[in-house]
Nanobody
Framework: QVQLVESGGGLVQAGGSLRLSCAAS????????VGWFRRAPGKEREFVAAISRFGATDYADSVKGRFSISRDDAKNTVYLQMNSLKPEDTAVYYC????????????????????WGQGTQVTVSS
């Protein structure tokens, strides 16, 4: 079972940037797609971005053009670069690994993912 730990959250002003990291331990997630999700106060958790083991990416419309997901398999880490942050990006951000290895499908449904991290808080002030 892979364990995921998110880091890099914090408080930032609108228009600023943050880079979140999702580090894996226990076993490598090189062969797995990894997704980022977020839960804003009073809302359900929603898909943000995902990256396949082959480097293909997918983004929610709300973050497309502002966020960028990448992976460094040598470091067993996936990143979420967040630019031009808005107050509505305020949420707890989670990463998770696909249940199935070597998938060419980038799923947006959280039921497809397992091995969730504990989350990291991102707060964007106006």
């Amino acid at each position: 079972q892979v364990q995921l730990v998110e880091s890099g959250g914090g408080l930032v002003q609108a228009g600023g940037s943050l880079r979140l990291s999702c580090a894996a331990s226990g076993r490598t997630f090189t062969n797995y797609a990894v997704g980022w999700f977020r839960r804003a106060p009073g809302k359900e958790r929603e898909f943000v971005a995902a990256i396949s083991r082959f480097g293909a990416t997918d983004y929610a419309d709300s973050v497309k053009g502002r966020f960028s997901i990448s992976r460094d398999d040598a470091k067993n880490t996936v990143y979420l670069q967040m630019n031009s942050l808005k107050p509505e990006d305020t949420a707890v951000y989670y990463c998770a690994a696909d249940r199935f290895p070597n998938s060419i499908i980038l799923a947006r449904a959280e039921q497809r993912y397992a091995s969730w991290g504990q989350g990291t808080q991102v707060t964007v002030s106006s």
